[in-house]
T-cell receptor
C-alpha cells in the first residue's frame, strides 16, 4: 500500500480564495482524520470520519472550513474564503480504529500559505 | 480534560549518547499511550505504543514504559544516531475521550556527528 496520500504538497493562495485539500486513506481503514499543525498551537484535530460519516467536527475552527468524504477512498477539506491565519500544515491520517491499539498512519501533509 | 505534557526542546546530543524525552499525561481513565516521530517535511509515524500499565513499547532501539503510578511514558534510547534527528510526539487516547488521540507539543531532537 502506498500509504495515506495527500495533495497538493504545497499550496500558496491569496486571501479570499477557495482552497481544497485532498486525501486518499489506506484501503480498509475505517477512520479518517484531518489535523492542522502550527508552531503556536501544535497538532489540532479538526474533524474525523468513520465509514465516510463525519463523527466529530468540533475542532473545525469556523464555518469557512468544511470537510467531506464521498467514498471510502477520498476526502476533501475546503476553506472558503481563506485567510492568512489559516496558513499551516494540514495532515490527513487514517486508522483501523479511532484510537486504541492501532495508532494512526499520517500522510505527508499539505503546507498551505495564504498571502 | 485529558492532556499530554512533554519536555521542551530542542534537545541536542552527540552521536551515541543516551536519550530520554520525558512525557507525562493526565487522563480520567486508562489510556493507550503512543510515541510518534516526525522527520523534516514528512507526516508523523507511529514509533511505539503501550496499551496498559507496565507495558513496554519498543521499536528501532527506542523504548518507553507505561507507568501508571507516575502517569509517565518517557522515551529512551541507549545510543542515538544522526538519523534520529526529528521531532518526537507523545500521545494518548482513551475511551472516555471518544478515543480521540491527544498529542503533546513535540520535542525536537538534534543529534550531532
Amino acid at each position: 500500500d502506498a500509504g495515506v496520500i495527500q495533495s497538493p504538497r504545497h499550496e500558496v493562495t491569496e486571501m479570499g480564495q477557495e482552497v481544497t485539500l485532498r486525501c486518499k486513506p489506506i484501503s480498509g481503514h475505517d477512520y479518517l482524520f484531518w489535523y492542522r499543525q502550527t508552531m503556536m498551537r501544535g497538532l489540532e484535530l479538526l474533524i474525523y470520519f468513520n465509514n465516510n460519516v463525519p463523527i466529530d467536527d468540533s475542532g473545525m475552527p469556523e464555518d469557512r472550513f468544511s470537510a467531506k468524504m464521498p467514498n471510502a477512498s477520498f476526502s476533501t477539506l475546503k476553506i472558503q474564503p481563506s485567510e492568512p491565519r489559516d496558513s499551516a500544515v494540514y495532515f490527513c491520517a487514517s486508522s483501523l480504529a479511532v484510537g486504541g491499539q492501532f495508532g494512526y498512519t499520517f500522510g505527508s501533509g499539505t503546507r498551505l500559505t495564504v498571502v | 480534560g485529558d492532556s499530554v505534557t512533554q519536555m521542551e526542546g530542542p534537545v541536542t546530543l552527540s552521536e551515541e549518547a543516551f536519550l530520554t524525552i520525558n512525557c507525562t499525561y493526565t487522563a480520567t481513565g486508562y489510556p493507550s499511550l503512543f510515541w510518534y516521530v516526525q522527520y523534516p517535511g514528512e507526516g508523523l509515524q507511529l514509533l511505539l505504543k503501550a496499551t496498559k500499565a507496565d507495558d513496554k513499547g519498543s521499536n528501532k532501539g527506542f523504548e518507553a514504559t507505561y507507568r501508571k503510578e507516575t502517569t509517565s511514558f518517557h522515551l529512551e534510547k541507549g545510543s542515538v544516531q544522526v538519523s534520529d534527528s526529528a521531532v518526537y510526539f507523545c500521545a494518548l487516547s482513551e475511551r472516555t475521550g471518544g478515543f480521540k488521540t491527544i498529542f503533546g507539543a513535540g520535542t525536537r531532537l538534534f543529534v550531532k556527528a
